[in-house]
């Protein structure tokens, strides 16, 4: 019998635990595990990106003209959107990463996790914000006209 299949009592949980499970199969965890989620979320995205963009970069060697081509549709609208959300996703994984470290290795870091939560999202916003509009200026101005 798997460990999933077996039952609170019989497992010896909480009677939180128990609830959780009798409720549903799907966790509705806490604001860690939401984030624990999308660290590996924005870890993997980070990765495939450095993968494509490693390999655009060999192309100038193989053929520049096809580089040339690459490099163009880079300054695409959906591109520019795709950067943002790059961006987005290099800023949690790093702010998360650092909350990942206090709480290993600080003895109050277990504690104030949950604060340290709430300050990186903050600090996530406080940056993303203005980091976007700047981001996306020129895209918006050259779709709807301006300067």
């Known amino acids: 019998m798997s460990t999933t299949a077996s039952t609170a009592a019989s497992a010896g949980a909480s009677d939180r635990a128990g609830a959780s499970r009798r409720q549903g199969t799907f ?11 999308l660290h590996r979320i924005t870890g993997v995205l980070t990765f495939f990106f450095l993968f494509v963009h490693v390999l655009d970069t060999a192309l100038v060697r ?24 790059l ?4 800023l949690f994984h790093a702010l998360n990463g650092i909350r990942v470290m206090l709480v290993d290795f600080w003895s ?40």
Do not use: C, H
Not at 27 to 37: A, H, L
Not at 87 to 90: N, R, Y
Not at 108 to 135: D, S
């Open 87 to 90: 961006v987005g996703a290099v």
């Open 108 to 147: 109050k870091g277990p504690k104030l996790q949950k604060a340290m939560l709430w300050v990186i999202g903050v600090v996530w916003v406080v940056v993303m914000v203005p980091g976007a509009f700047f981001m996306l200026k020129r895209t918006v101005e050259t779709l709807f006209g301006g300067n």
């Open 62 to 85: 193989v053929s520049p003209n096809t580089y040339d081509q690459v490099i163009e549709t880079y300054k695409t609208p959906i591109v520019n959107l795709l950067e943002v959300g």
């Open 27 to 37: 966790y509705r965890g806490d604001p860690g595990m939401w984030s624990w989620v």
